[in-house]
């Protein structure tokens, strides 16, 4: 069973960077997906970034709200992800919860969470001034 332990996050302005990071204690290795949905209160689970292995690499995939603003990376040795949000915004605001799956992906499958094997309790991020 993989469990995921999540770290960072809290109240930054609008503007500000931000860094958030989950490990994951267990058998998810290299090969498995990695990565973080975002939600409101009163909305649908939103997909914010992930990794996977792909072409004897890592490869990151972002959602359009966030791209060229967020960086996921992976450290392997640590069975780590972690997400730096720069340029925040009010919008940002939301849970994020870093989420795990035991395969790689295909590029169709990563948008949807429910493609995703393990989920972590989520951590608060607030943009606000």
């Known amino acids: 069973q993989v469990q995921l332990l999540e770290s960072g996050g809290g109240l930054v302005q609008p503007g500000g960077s931000l860094g958030i990071s989950c490990t994951a204690s267990g058998r998810t290795g290299t090969s498995g997906t990695m990565g973080w949905f975002r939600q409101v209160p009163g909305k649908e689970r939103e997909f914010v970034a992930v990794i996977r292995w792909s072409g004897g690499g890592f490869s990151p995939h972002y959602a359009d709200a966030v791209k060229g603003r967020f960086t996921i990376s992976r450290d392997r040795a640590k069975n780590a992800v972690s997400l730096q949000m720069n340029s925040l915004k009010p919008e940002d605001t939301a849970v994020y919860y870093c989420?795990?799956?035991?395969?790689?992906?295909?590029?169709?499958?990563?948008?949807?969470?429910?493609?995703?094997?393990?989920w972590g309790q989520g951590t608060q991020v607030t943009v606000s001034s």
């Open positions: 989420v795990a799956a035991d395969s790689r992906l295909i590029v169709s499958r990563l948008w949807s969470g429910e493609n995703y094997d393990y």
